[in-house]
């Protein structure tokens, strides 16, 4: 239970598969039906295994009320090494956001705000031997 002021960190963590895979996009949208919640930092962890050049989140008020609900996260290619891996964690990518419970009438008593996050990235899911159809993964 939080109360206004206090901060939520939601994790968001995306299992990268082996070898090269392009595309990779992670968005992050904060529901806005039971309460607001206001976006503060972003934070990412990259495992030991992965090649990868981290982006620059890009925030979005996605409904212009003043308060941020919403992070994209482009990072293009992304290369997992099986060799330097000792773990699961060494093939993630972690993201971590903050956000603030604002003072606002629609941030009530026992309001349950959910969190929906996906993963876009391209794969070759025609089999036509190249890594060309988008596939999204919430």
Known sequence: DLVIGETVTYQLTAQMGRGTTNGVVI???LALTNGLLDIRDVRIEIGSALTVTLPIPTLTDSNLDSFIDQVLLNFGTVVN???SSTGPADEQ???FIDAVVVNVLENQDGDIINNAASLT???DTDNDGSADDTVLRT
Do not use: N, Y
Request: a negative charge; glycine letters at 0%; zero cysteines.
């Open 27 to 29: 968005e992050d949208l």
């Open 81 to 83: 090494d099986p060799a």
């Open 93 to 95: 990518i972690r993201v």
């Open 121 to 123: 990235l391209l794969e």
